[in-house]
């Protein structure tokens, strides 16, 4: 494995693509609503936390509000609490998608499509309906305490407003996409690899270590870059469902923006925010440059 | 400040019907007589309300009479529209409005020296008498429908409602779990049950919180009494201090029983009771010291407006037992007259709700308050 991606990097380095400039112009328009709309304003809110407004009125450089935040520990616990559920989320969405991406990859039984279509409908229903149906199901007194208690299971702990309540709204809703990256990587699995792991005695979990997960090692790095995207800004889930404190930093920074009304510190929140999903950015922009590169080697 | 939540929804319909009010603003119709032309700043549900219960009624009391029912589209156009009624009452033009609905008389500046709109105080409406005084904000405005924080319970087990905010704290404390209210800033019940706090801890003198007078070393003294008292009654409230996520999530928890006792709008309690998704045996009670906050939308009429003694027949109209009883059973609205003039069936069923005061909290205050909140109560909850 390690061989092909160094002599992908080195082809990738050498001059096989033409260079056109046609090929640039398709591409300026998108780039400049790029700039406009993205980079220019991301730029323009990044200074504002660094030029601020001191106390007799004048403009200058300084750190303050991000050494508040960091001194503050009520923004820290708040950070502390984006990171756990994050974390957790991401985690639980693999353990439960893996499994079912590896069924509807080795099973030809007609099942497969219902539960495809099952896993998938997550999709198509709106996160507000889902909150709502949510704090009614798993809610106090909800439906499931009801069922539980049927069967005679008491002592039923609601998730709804502790921090498990925003991690299942959250696994509920990341849940058709986790599933699409990874049945996707499952498919490039060729059959033959496995049944000749088989032929010379690979049991079942040999063969999961050692023939699915390197293959598709791309594609769960995918999927956790572009979840912890979504996972760590998320807003509306963690207040619905979530604790009154300590705040995910989606709805963190919507309060200080709209309720507290300090601009520059949410922005410095949201600075903060940036820094460090732009570290799951990175590690997804590899990703792809790795596999375009191995693809140009095929 | 005092509406926010449905400033909201005014605001987002605002969105959509932008386009409709500008047509409307620049149209050339005239005034024909026996129309009235009637703008609305509130929300569709308030202008079904009026085809459906006021206009069939009022039409057929006066015949050749047509009301013609608008929606105003927002903040910024019922503004353009009281600048049209005003350069009309400058020169002497018809404005084409004959009522304006759920807007102050203050825009434009200098309109009401000017004598733009109808002095209700002076009129001797035969309905009059009957308003509530405590809802009259001045005597340019007429209130016909309110909606006031309350409190909303499950009368099976809470057989007397508390009366005033100490016997409310009293039984919050005696019924541990029993109760939640919202975070102040997911659910205007929430800001309004910590701001009547902030007011009990002051010696319930409203005259201490003011648009303009809020400072640090003049608040931060309050709010510490304020934290004190909210932090005492933390353990008692729902799983030990949790807070639910705005007006509706307060209401779905009562309505699943998990406790009995919370805080709601009164239209979205009357709503949620009329429609059944909460006991039967749900109640709403108002405290008897000083009430929780709340507001009245009112009619302004123009006093250039072309169909001017027709239109305050139906201010009169809108004042009547008939109607008012129709704010609250249709609309889920609050009476602005008297409740002693309401149906006996409506005020036995809202005998606790009767208000002898409407207070309101000034929103510059709200920031700090609820961000105070946050920092010093929400926190403090240990799983």
């Given at each position: 494995?390690?061989?092909?991606?160094?002599?992908?990097?080195?082809?990738?380095?050498?001059?096989?693509?033409?260079?056109?400039?046609?090929g640039?112009?398709?591409?300026?328009?998108?780039?400049?609503?790029?700039?406009?709309?993205?980079?220019?304003?991301?730029?323009?809110?990044?200074?504002?936390?660094?030029?601020?407004?001191?106390?007799?009125?004048s403009?200058?450089?300084?750190?303050?509000g991000?050494?508040?935040?960091?001194?503050?520990?009520?923004s820290?616990?708040?950070?502390?609490?984006?990171f756990?559920?994050?974390?957790?989320?991401?985690v639980?969405?693999?353990?439960?998608?893996?499994?079912?991406?590896?069924?509807?990859?080795f099973?030809?039984?007609?099942?497969?499509?219902?539960v495809?279509?099952?896993?998938l409908?997550?999709?198509?229903?709106?996160?507000i309906?889902?909150?709502?149906?949510?704090?009614?199901?798993?809610?106090?007194?909800?439906?499931?305490?009801?069922?539980?208690?049927l069967?005679?299971?008491?002592?039923?702990?609601?998730?709804?407003?502790?921090?498990?309540?925003?991690?299942?709204?959250?696994l509920?809703?990341?849940?058709?996409?986790?599933?699409?990256?990874?049945?996707?990587?499952?498919?490039?699995?060729?059959?033959?690899?496995?049944?000749?792991?088989?032929?010379?005695?690979?049991?079942r979990?040999r063969?999961?270590?050692?023939?699915?997960?390197?293959?598709?090692?791309?594609?769960?790095?995918?999927?956790?870059?572009?979840?912890?995207l979504?996972?760590?800004?998320?807003?509306?889930m963690?207040?619905?469902?979530?604790?009154?404190?300590?705040?995910?930093?989606?709805?963190?920074?919507?309060?200080?923006?709209?309720?507290?009304?300090?601009?520059?510190?949410?922005?410095?929140?949201?600075?903060?925010v940036?820094?460090?999903?732009?570290?799951?950015?990175?590690a997804?922009?590899?990703?792809?440059?790795?596999?375009?590169?191995?693809?140009?080697?095929? | 400040?005092?509406?926010?939540?449905?400033?909201?929804?005014?605001?987002?319909?605002?969105?959509?019907?932008?386009?409709?009010a500008?047509?409307?603003?620049?149209?050339?119709?005239?005034?024909t007589?026996?129309?009235?032309?009637?703008?609305?700043?509130?929300?569709?549900?308030?202008?079904?309300?009026?085809?459906?219960?006021?206009?069939?009624?009022f039409?057929?009391?006066?015949?050749?009479?047509?009301?013609?029912?608008?929606?105003?589209?927002?903040?910024?156009?019922?503004?353009?529209?009281?600048?049209?009624?005003?350069?009309?009452?400058?020169?002497?033009?018809?404005?084409?409005?004959d009522?304006?609905?759920?807007?102050?008389?203050?825009?434009?500046e200098?309109?009401?020296?000017?004598?733009?709109?109808?002095?209700?105080?002076?009129?001797?409406?035969?309905?009059?008498?009957?308003?509530?005084?405590?809802?009259?904000?001045?005597?340019?405005?007429?209130?016909?429908?309110?909606?006031q924080?309350?409190?909303?319970?499950?009368a099976?087990?809470?057989p007397?409602?508390?009366?005033?905010?100490?016997?409310?704290?009293?039984?919050?404390?005696?019924?541990?779990?029993?109760?939640?209210?919202?975070?102040?800033?997911?659910?205007?019940?929430?800001?309004?049950?910590i701001e009547?706090?902030?007011?009990?801890?002051?010696?319930?003198?409203?005259?201490?919180?003011?648009?303009?007078?809020?400072?640090?070393?003049?608040?931060?003294p309050?709010?510490?009494k304020?934290?004190?008292?909210?932090?005492?009654?933390?353990?008692s409230?729902?799983?030990?201090?949790?807070?639910?996520?705005?007006?509706?999530?307060?209401?779905?928890?009562?309505?699943?029983g998990?406790i009995?006792?919370?805080?709601?709008?009164?239209?979205?309690?009357?709503?949620?009771?009329?429609?059944?998704?909460?006991p039967?045996?749900?109640?709403?009670?108002?405290?008897?010291?000083?009430?929780f906050?709340?507001?009245?939308?009112?009619?302004?009429?123009?006093?250039?407006?072309?169909?001017?003694?027709?239109?305050?027949?139906?201010?009169?109209?809108?004042?009547?037992?008939?109607v008012?009883?129709?704010?609250?059973?249709?609309?889920?609205?609050?009476?602005?007259?008297?409740?002693?003039?309401?149906?006996?069936?409506?005020?036995?069923?809202?005998?606790?709700?009767?208000?002898?005061?409407?207070?309101?909290?000034?929103g510059?205050?709200?920031?700090?308050?609820?961000?105070?909140?946050?920092?010093?109560?929400a926190?403090?909850?240990?799983?």
């Open positions: 494995m390690s061989d092909t991606i160094l002599s992908a990097d080195e082809t990738a380095n050498a001059p096989l693509v033409r260079k056109r400039p046609i640039l112009l398709f591409i300026a328009a998108p780039i400049l609503l790029i700039v406009v709309f993205l980079f220019y304003p991301a730029i323009r809110s990044i200074f504002t936390t660094l030029y601020v407004k001191q106390a007799d009125g403009y200058a450089w300084s750190i303050a991000y050494l508040y935040f960091f001194s503050d520990g009520y820290l616990a708040n950070l502390a609490r984006t756990w559920t994050t974390i957790v989320t991401m639980l969405l693999i353990v439960v998608n893996l499994p079912i991406a590896m069924y509807l990859r099973s030809r039984s007609p099942l497969a499509v219902f495809q279509v099952l896993a409908f997550p999709m198509f229903v709106p996160g309906v889902i909150v709502y149906a949510l704090i009614r199901y798993m809610g106090p007194n909800g439906l499931l305490q009801t069922l539980l208690e069967v005679g299971i008491t002592g039923f702990q609601s998730p709804y407003l502790t921090p498990w309540g925003p991690v299942i709204g959250m509920w809703d990341a849940m058709p996409f986790t599933l699409l990256v990874l049945t996707a990587g499952m498919s490039g699995i060729a059959t033959s690899a496995i049944e000749a792991a088989q032929d010379v005695g690979a049991g979990l063969i999961l270590v050692s023939i699915i997960i390197p293959q598709i090692k791309n594609s769960l790095l995918i999927v956790t870059a572009l979840n912890f979504g996972l760590f800004g998320q807003a509306f963690p207040f619905m469902l979530g604790p009154t404190s300590p705040e995910m930093m989606g709805p963190f920074m919507l309060r200080t923006f709209s309720t507290v009304r300090d601009p520059v510190q949410a922005a410095t929140q949201a600075t903060i940036f820094a460090f999903c732009s570290v799951a950015g990175l997804y922009v590899r990703s792809i440059a790795r596999r375009r590169a191995a693809e140009v080697v095929k | 400040m005092v509406l926010r939540r449905r400033e909201f929804l005014k605001g987002s319909a605002a969105i959509g019907l932008g386009g409709v500008t047509s409307l603003i620049g149209g050339t119709a005239f005034a007589e026996g129309v009235l032309d009637i703008f609305f700043n509130s929300d569709t549900n308030v202008i079904e309300f009026w085809s459906s219960a006021v206009k069939p009624a039409e057929a009391a006066n015949p050749g009479t047509t009301l013609n029912l608008v929606s105003g589209g927002g903040g910024a156009s019922m503004n353009a529209l009281s600048e049209r009624a005003f350069a009309a009452l400058q020169s002497g033009t018809d404005p084409q409005i009522m304006m609905e759920a807007i102050g008389p203050y825009h434009p200098g309109s009401i020296e000017a004598g733009l709109w109808v002095d209700f105080s002076t009129l001797g409406l035969s309905n009059m008498s009957k308003v509530n005084p405590a809802v009259i904000d001045n005597q340019w405005s007429l209130p016909y429908r309110g909606s924080v309350v409190m909303m319970y499950n099976e087990k809470v007397t409602p508390p009366k005033t905010f100490e016997e409310l704290i009293a039984w919050i404390k005696a019924n541990p779990g029993q109760f939640a209210y919202a975070r102040p800033d997911q659910g205007d019940s929430g800001a309004c049950f009547r706090a902030l007011q009990e801890v002051t010696g319930r003198d409203e005259s201490l919180f003011t648009n303009d007078n809020y400072t640090e070393d003049y608040a931060n309050m709010f510490e304020l934290w004190v008292l909210l932090n005492d009654i933390a353990p409230l729902y799983k030990g201090g949790e807070y639910t996520g705005g007006n509706t999530p307060s209401i779905q928890l009562l309505a699943s998990v009995s006792m919370t805080i709601a709008w009164s239209d979205m309690a009357l709503v949620a009771m009329n429609e059944g998704v909460v039967e045996t749900t109640s709403v009670a108002q405290l008897q010291d000083l009430a906050i709340g507001g009245y939308s009112s009619v302004l009429v123009p006093t250039v407006a072309a169909n001017k003694d027709l239109s305050l027949k139906l201010a009169d109209f809108l004042i009547s037992p008939e008012q009883n129709k704010v609250v059973s249709e609309l889920g609205g609050f009476p602005s007259i008297n409740w002693s003039e309401m149906s006996p069936e409506l005020q036995e069923k809202f005998a606790n709700v009767a208000t002898t005061s409407i207070p309101t909290f000034p510059p205050w709200e920031s700090h308050l609820f961000d105070g909140w946050y920092r010093n109560v926190s403090n909850l240990t799983r």
